[in-house]
């Protein structure tokens, strides 16, 4: 009799004594989702388990030449019956938004409707009336998150709302080197600054709809505002000391991982919009693009000290990957 209560004992208390698996956090990524086409991408995202999903602008297309806005409330409409239930109802979501869901192709601080895209913008993600972003102009924000007891701090910029004019033709820009030139505009940068300065975290994922590292290409980019993107290194490099930070973009229809010295950016684009299959190169570029329907992961681990970003075909395979230890 005593043995065979000893048995269910011994057991329990190796249970009990037993390391406890422990899980990281895991994030989908992906932009340029356009509501009139087809998404069976999303099932291969499902089998990734993602426990919540960044998109990274160009939400829906809901822009005109006009700039109206009637286009884009249909946008909405439509995406609401297209994406996942799965993905709505039990995933933590994260959006910004880019040129398309902004309502002018390559628009900026001068569109006329933007304080009215806004409204529409936070409304269809469900952003809280309590949420900074019901209350200022620009859908940028900062949210804290705690992973196996680091502090992971994500930010998402607003490249479009406060943005100075481009110069040069479309898909042909030039270098804005004016002073007073701007991305992201006074009132935000001075956000940025004090968030990035001031934080406690350990790791730091900034949020772009387009892209920070790269130079070569004639669209949309950071490089397009030098004087911008030098002062965003700069704040990237001096924080980076002692906390991990990595970029995540979208924007492009096409996919690729960046990497200056120790900062390291993925690309995730485009969930459903092929880009045109010609070769792009770039000095920060490891290895190269990908211009094929795609998604991205964010794997942020800190039991493993790391963090792994990857991009996947619409099938789900790896195409590409990357790992980044956490300082």
């Known amino acids: 009799m005593k043995n065979y209560i000893c048995i269910p004992i011994i057991?329990?208390?190796?249970?009990?004594?037993?390391?406890?698996?422990?899980?990281g956090y895991k994030y989908g990524l992906g932009s340029c989702l356009d509501?009139?086409?087809?998404?069976?991408?999303?099932?291969?995202?499902?089998?990734?388990?993602?426990?919540?999903?960044?998109?990274?602008?160009?939400?829906?297309?809901?822009?005109?030449?006009?700039?109206?806005?009637?286009?884009?409330?249909?946008?909405?409409?439509?995406?609401?019956?297209?994406?996942?239930?799965?993905?709505?109802?039990?995933?933590?979501i994260l959006a910004i938004w880019d040129d398309h869901d902004f309502g002018l192709n390559d628009g900026g601080g001068d569109y006329f409707y933007k304080k009215e895209a806004e409204k529409m913008f936070l409304n269809f993600w469900n952003i809280s009336q309590s949420d900074p972003r019901r209350k200022r102009e620009g859908i940028y924000f900062k949210q804290i998150k705690i992973i196996e007891?680091?502090?992971?701090?994500?930010?998402?910029?607003d490249t479009r709302y406060f943005r100075s004019k481009l110069k040069g033709k479309k898909n042909a820009y030039k270098q804005n080197t004016d002073l007073d030139a701007t991305i992201l505009g006074q009132d935000q940068w001075a956000w940025l600054d004090s968030s990035i300065s001031n934080s406690s975290a350990d790791v730091i994922v900034i949020l772009s709809s387009i892209q920070i590292l790269a130079t070569n290409h004639p669209y949309e980019k950071w490089s397009n505002?030098?004087?911008?993107?030098?002062?965003?290194?700069?704040?990237?490099?001096?924080?980076?000391?002692?906390?991990?930070?990595?970029?995540?973009?979208?924007?492009?229809?096409?996919?690729?991982?960046?990497?200056?010295n120790n900062f390291v950016e993925i690309t995730a684009s485009s969930l459903n919009k092929s880009a045109s299959k010609g070769i792009e190169t770039d000095p920060l570029l490891i290895?190269?693009?990908?211009?094929?329907?795609?998604?991205?992961?964010?794997?942020?681990?800190?039991?493993?000290?790391?963090?792994?970003?990857?991009?996947?075909?619409?099938?789900?395979?790896?195409?590409?990957s990357k790992t980044i230890n956490i300082h």
């Not at 057991?11 to 899980?23: D, G, N």
């Not at 999303?42 to 806005?69: H, P, R």
């Open 35 to 92: 509501q009139d086409k087809e998404q069976s991408i999303w099932s291969s995202i499902e089998k990734e388990d993602i426990d919540g999903f960044i998109f990274l602008g160009d939400n829906v297309y809901g822009d005109l030449a006009s700039g109206k806005l009637s286009k884009m409330q249909r946008a909405y409409e439509i995406q609401k019956t297209k994406l996942p239930r799965w993905l709505m109802d039990d995933k933590e």
């Open 225 to 260: 505002f030098p004087l911008e993107r030098s002062r965003l290194l700069k704040l990237i490099a001096d924080a980076s000391k002692d906390k991990t930070i990595i970029a995540i973009t979208g924007d492009r229809h096409k996919s690729g991982i960046y990497q200056n």
């Open 149 to 157: 007891g680091t502090v992971v701090e994500i930010i998402g910029l």
């Open 287 to 320: 290895g190269k693009t990908y211009p094929i329907k795609n998604y991205g992961l964010l794997e942020i681990e800190p039991s493993k000290s790391q963090i792994t970003i990857s991009i996947h075909n619409k099938n789900g395979q790896t195409l590409d």
């Open 11 to 23: 057991s329990l208390c190796l249970i009990l004594i037993s390391p406890t698996k422990v899980f």
